[in-house]
């Protein structure tokens, strides 16, 4: 929110624009703003509903002191009102995870009717000629690029991208309150208790609390991740999912995260618990050791639940791809494609993976939607993050990042055990049942870090850029695929705005920089 002021009161003051210039005025504002903050109010409301209704989920520790027959006994009473209060909670979900679907299918058929929001914008290709006689000024050759994009798909693809500015915000707010409403009425240390009374080692005792805790905020992030990347993403024309597809993801998406939040607990209160006082740096170093696992088998493991990879078939894409890699001492013999359609209309493109999981890999909306030339282009920027070792120097400055962050959570985490520890019912950082504290607290640094964490991955982002230029050397063809990425990226926001929200350049900002290498090479 402070940042959004911020941005918005630049805009005003110093660039003096309009409003309407970065998507915050116009005859959709009012739509598009009800429409995001409906899903979050909503959210919150959803997550108060089940919270209360799952109040008496986890039954209350009945102290080791109390005699059996006593402990069955209060335990009788209260089985009746708890099992009611399951199968409420259950009855909700089971309605919210049918009736959903079936919403968003009506919705969407008006939202369909819609024509200007769903028909994909064709940008009017271009021949020779038109690039011959472009100016050799970067600035004009640029702009002349730009001039290209059908106002109706500029105007959408600002709202769809500041429309994400304000979900970023919500699901820190909703993080909050999912972290608010598990300390308060100790809930938090109830659900530790239950876990140690099952769990017969620690490590399965925090991979226990951790499972549960990732399963809960799994279930009530849904409403909003329902919003954002079914609903939304069908509004704007760029998802080809059916509702179906989605929840099978959806569903395979939280048993990972439950599974993962599981492990990652139990590793990072492990080395909390040993850690004691330096708890933050050595916290630092195992999540960084977690981050590279991550990167490690998720291209092994994980990417293959969504997609198919294959390996390309012989054909000019493939040696034209195969060639740049072996330019530049890229060790790969094979370049993947998946079958990104069956999601989305993205064109993308990575070399995702560290050491030897690495592999360079290519979407089928890219094979499909652009020319050999727009390939290269970006193919030659995917090689550069690799050659330029953007993997292993992300991981470091995340690192240092992440030590921050925990550092700034050592803090303001004392502070807050001195006040509320004893109504919450927990007191130390090496405490399980603190993990919702914890994860609250990272999340507002890690907003507050908003533009730090961008600026991270947009200045190799640039680095990559010209890298490829250096590579492939056709600013033209890159240029070219700058604005089919425009279809789901603000094409030419305020210089605050990129700093701010932009994990990746610009399309202005791009494609100057394939313009300036034109001019100053002197190439066509
Ligand atoms: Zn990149």
Redesign the pocket.
């Given at each position: 929110m402070p940042l959004l002021a911020i941005v918005l009161l630049w805009v005003r003051l110093v660039e003096r624009r309009s409003l309407a210039s970065i998507g915050m005025a116009g005859p959709n504002l009012v739509q598009r703003f009800l429409h995001g903050h409906l899903v979050g109010v909503l959210s919150i409301l959803g997550i108060v509903a089940a919270m209360a209704l799952a109040g008496g989920l986890v039954p209350a520790a009945t102290g080791s002191t109390s005699a059996p027959s006593n402990a069955w006994a209060s335990r009788r009473s209260t089985l009746l009102p708890a099992l009611l209060r399951r199968l409420g909670l259950l009855l909700l979900l089971c309605g919210l995870l049918l009736a959903a679907p079936l919403r968003a299918a009506e919705l969407l058929h008006t939202h369909a009717g819609d024509a200007s929001v769903r028909a994909p914008l064709a940008i009017a290709p271009v021949d020779d000629a038109w690039r011959a006689a472009l100016p050799h000024d970067a600035k004009l050759a640029t702009q002349a690029y730009l001039d290209r994009l059908p106002k109706e798909a500029v105007q959408r693809s600002n709202a769809y991208d500041e429309g994400g500015y304000w979900l970023q915000l919500w699901e820190v707010l909703i993080g909050l309150l999912i972290a608010g409403l598990l300390l308060q009425g100790r809930r938090t240390a109830r659900l530790r208790d239950w876990a140690q009374r099952v769990g017969r080692y620690a490590l399965l005792r925090d991979g226990l609390y951790g499972g549960v805790y990732g399963l809960v905020a799994g279930l009530l992030l849904l409403p909003l991740g329902f919003y954002k990347d079914y609903w939304r993403e069908h509004g704007y024309g760029m998802s080809t999912q059916t509702a179906a597809d989605w929840w099978a993801e959806w569903s395979v998406g939280l048993g990972i995260e439950v599974v993962g939040t599981a492990l990652a607990v139990a590793v990072l209160y492990a080395v909390f618990r040993r850690a004691g006082e330096r708890w933050w740096l050595w916290g630092a170093a195992a999540c960084s050791a977690l981050l590279a696992f991550m990167l490690l088998v998720s291209p092994v493991l994980i990417d293959p639940l969504f997609n198919t990879y294959k390996p390309l078939e012989p054909g000019p894409v493939r040696s034209a791809v195969l060639t740049m890699a072996h330019a530049t001492g890229v060790p790969a013999d094979e370049v993947y494609a998946f079958d990104a359609s069956r999601q989305t209309k993205r064109v993308s493109a990575?070399v995702s993976g560290l050491g030897a999981t690495a592999a360079i890999r290519l979407n089928d909306n890219l094979l499909n939607r652009t020319s050999l030339p727009e390939i290269r282009a970006v193919m030659a920027?995917?090689l550069?993050?690799y050659v330029l070792n953007?993997g292993p120097k992300m991981l470091m400055q995340f690192g240092l990042l992440i030590l921050f962050g925990l550092l700034f959570c050592n803090g303001a985490m004392r502070r807050l055990f001195a006040r509320f520890g004893p109504r919450w019912g927990t007191q130390s950082v090496a405490d399980v049942a603190s993990l919702p504290l914890l994860s609250a607290v990272f999340a507002v640094f890690m907003l507050l870090a908003t533009p730090v964490f961008n600026t991270i991955i947009r200045t190799?982002?640039i680095e990559?850029?010209r890298f490829g230029l250096h590579l492939a050397r056709d600013p033209h063809g890159f240029a070219e695929v700058m604005l089919k990425l425009s279809d789901y990226r603000k094409a030419d926001p305020g210089a605050v705005e990129e700093f701010v929200f932009f994990h990746?350049p610009s399309a202005r900002h791009r494609i100057h920089d394939a313009m300036r290498w034109r001019e100053a090479m002197g190439t066509p």
């Open positions: 990575n920027h995917e550069g993050h953007h190799q982002e990559a850029d990746h």
